[in-house]
């Protein structure tokens, strides 16, 4: 049976999987040619995808394109997230908005510089308030330029402030603003340095419009921005942190602030090169910069040779193409899509050249624009050919899953069958040996009896004795295994009556008791009459009690003692049996009560038994709405509990 079962598995397994190895193979080879499809995905894409970025881009210069220069609104181009800059440039590609001036470093005139080094040694000397102010308005007398003269208004400014004159300080702050053009002759901007040192010193509440003309001055071009502002707008942003959040207007100028940043860093990058970058006619031009920025640029010439043009924010203006319906079609298909300048096209291919991709020209009008598509999940950016291949996929799976569980099955069916097999066998064996031990006793004893092989007639009654006893325990054992077959077959009912739990175990007891005590067992009996009555077959509980009482006897072999009690136990009632035997180990009193298994030390322990016993006592316990437990006794030996309800429905 054991070799016939296994042979069918393995030609079930063979049959099925053959084919399944033959359905994934050409599934695979389908998988192979449906890169190329998905490459033609990529490029039927990108037609819609490319047409989407143009109109994205021609909304957002129409008006620049078309529109009188001189009345072209370029800040309001700026609130738009695509737009990271506008900008005009005259006709020597100079930034003249934002307005972006290159250090004007020069010499002082000699009677000036003399009259300035003089004030500031006053100054710095503590020569007295007014001796330095005079000092500082014999420079003012000897200034020649614009720029000195700012210098010396910036220089009055600092000293009033530092001998508390504010008036003085704050007009010649107001002077300075005329002077928003000026740089000193170390390149210093004056005004710029005035507006940092009179918010510092009037604090958050007077201080913080000082600081937001100041923004808005270098937003409109009255101050310019230049290179070295970057630490003017770095300790103006510092000074905004430190000021409380909740103020009026701190808000506002935090954000000024950060659209000052965002011209500074677009003049950083554009203001030199700037002319070389942008078309040679109204277009794009596309690249990157010394740092590896890529930009895309739109620019309109004029007639006069100066230009006006967007700078694009190539992360948001990819963001916004996404959400074209040609981008969320592409999305569903599985790709998504790069803005890549000319340059980076290389670049793009190697990172992606694990997956599906596809290099497309973004526009011949665009400067060198490309579009980098890829396949996010090839398993999703593919239509026709992915879902048949997929559902062949599925069902191959689906198949296998099927074939696994049902060899699974099939081989623990069989490995079932054959320890099912071997543990009746080994039962058959075990009950004709249990059979045989009583009946031989009995014929024996009767025989010598019939013989009158005795000398008086208590010897003859022992021998009597001994055949009523032998007669009992194969009384017992016949009714075990007519029970046990009963419940196997799913004929065992039961007579559910009232009775006494304490009836039912010395009834149990009576039969046992003197054997027990014949082969110098001490009994330790502490059974309460006064419990409550059981609904109950009172039959089936006296076969389990006796079979915990049988087994508690057979297998102490050294310390001879059992003790049974009958309690309460929670909301139910308790019979214990407990011995002092071999016990059963650990790792298999979780299987001692499965039927036809015994514990591993029952045969070095040479005790016979057909392991049916706990297997029929606890299916008459949960029968009655029980248990049976075992517990390890601390200094050996095992306590089996029958645990029932007393109440039972």
């Known amino acids: 049976m054991h070799r016939s079962s296994r042979k069918l598995a393995l030609l079930f397994l063979l049959l099925i999987l053959l084919p ?31 047409d989407a970025l143009g109109r994205l ?34 006709a020597a590609g100079r930034l003249e908005y934002p307005l972006y001036l290159p250090l004007p470093l020069g010499e002082r005139h000699p009677a000036f510089a003399v009259a300035m080094a003089r004030a500031e040694a006053l100054e710095l000397g503590d020569g007295g308030y007014a001796t330095v102010r005079e000092a500082y308005r014999e420079a003012w007398r000897r200034a020649v330029s614009g720029a000195e003269e700012a210098e010396v208004l910036n220089a009055q400014g600092r000293a009033a402030l530092a001998a508390g004159d504010l008036t003085t300080a704050a ?47 270098l937003l409109t071009g009255r101050y310019p921005l230049f290179p070295g502002i970057r630490q003017s707008l770095g300790a103006a942003q510092a000074l905004v942190g430190r000021w409380p959040a909740d103020q009026g207007g701190n808000r506002a100028l935090k954000a000024d602030l950060d659209r000052v940043e965002r011209r500074l860093t677009f003049a950083e990058r554009f203001a030199g090169p700037a002319a070389l970058q942008l078309p040679p006619q109204t277009g794009y031009a596309c690249g990157s910069l010394a740092d590896g920025t890529p930009f895309l640029v739109f620019a309109r010439r004029l007639s006069d040779g100066s230009a006006v043009g967007l700078s694009f924010d190539m992360e948001p203006l990819r963001a916004a193409l996404q959400r074209t319906a040609a981008g969320e079609r592409l999305a569903q298909r599985g790709f998504d899509v790069e803005l890549l300048a000319p340059g980076a096209t290389d670049a793009f291919s190697v990172t992606h050249r ?35 291949n997929l559902a062949v996929l599925s069902a191959i799976f689906l198949l296998v899953g099927f074939v696994a569980l049902g060899g699974y099955v099939l081989l623990r069916d069989t490995h079932r069958e054959v320890r099912l097999a071997r543990l009746r066998s080994d039962f058959v064996a075990n009950v004709s040996h249990e059979l045989r031990t009583p009946l031989a006793a009995i014929r024996i004893n009767a025989e010598t009896v019939l013989a009158g092989r005795y000398r008086n007639p208590e010897r003859r009654d022992e021998f009597l004795r001994a055949i009523v006893r032998e007669s009992e325990r194969l009384s017992r054992l016949v009714d075990n295994i007519m029970a046990f077959a009963q419940l196997d077959s799913g004929r065992l009912v039961y007579d559910f009556q009232p009775c006494q739990l304490a009836a039912v175990v010395r009834g149990a007891l009576e039969p046992i008791e003197p054997q027990l005590r014949y082969r110098g067992f001490r009994l330790d009996l502490a059974i ?39 309690a309460t136990y929670g909301d139910g009632q308790v ?36 392991g049916v016993g706990l297997a029929l006592t606890r299916s008459i316990a949960e029968a009655h709405g029980g248990r049976v437990e075992l517990v390890a006794r601390p200094s050996g030996g095992s306590r089996f509990r029958l645990v029932l309800p007393t109440a039972r429905s």
Do not use: C
């Not at 449906?34 to 995808?49: I, N, Y």
């Not at 526009?363 to 398993?379: F, P």
């Open 171 to 217: 007009e010649a702050h107001r002077q300075l603003g005329l002077y928003g053009l000026s740089f000193d002759a170390d390149g210093a901007h004056p005004a710029t340095l005035s507006h940092l040192r009179l918010a510092e010193h009037l604090g958050p509440v007077q201080g913080l419009p000082v600081l937001a003309d100041w923004a808005r001055a």
């Open 57 to 90: 881009l021609g909304s957002l210069t129409q008006g620049m394109a078309y529109a009188d220069p001189r009345g072209l609104d370029l800040a309001a181009y700026e609130s738009f997230p695509e737009v990271a800059q506008a900008f005009r440039v005259n």
């Open 20 to 50: 399944v190895a033959l359905l994934t193979w050409r599934s695979v080879d389908s998988l192979r040619d449906e890169r190329e499809s998905v490459q033609a995905e990529a490029l039927l894409l990108g037609g819609p995808l490319q």
């Open 528 to 566: 309460a009459e006064d419990l409550p009555p059981l609904r109950a077959d009172r039959s089936a509980l006296g076969i389990a009690v006796a079979n915990l009482l049988a087994n508690a006897a057979k297998y102490s072999t050294e310390r001879l003692e059992i003790a049974v009690r009958v």
């Open 575 to 610: 019979v214990e049996v407990a011995d002092r035997g071999i016990g059963v180990p650990p790792s298999e009193r979780a299987r001692i009560f499965e039927k036809f298994y015994r514990a591993s030390n029952a045969g070095a322990a040479q005790v016979a038994g057909a």
């Open 354 to 388: 694990a997956t599906i991709s596809r290099v497309l020209v973004a526009g011949e009008w665009l400067g060198g624009l490309h579009l980098g598509i890829w396949a996010v999940d090839s398993s999703s950016a593919v239509s026709y050919y992915r879902k048949r």
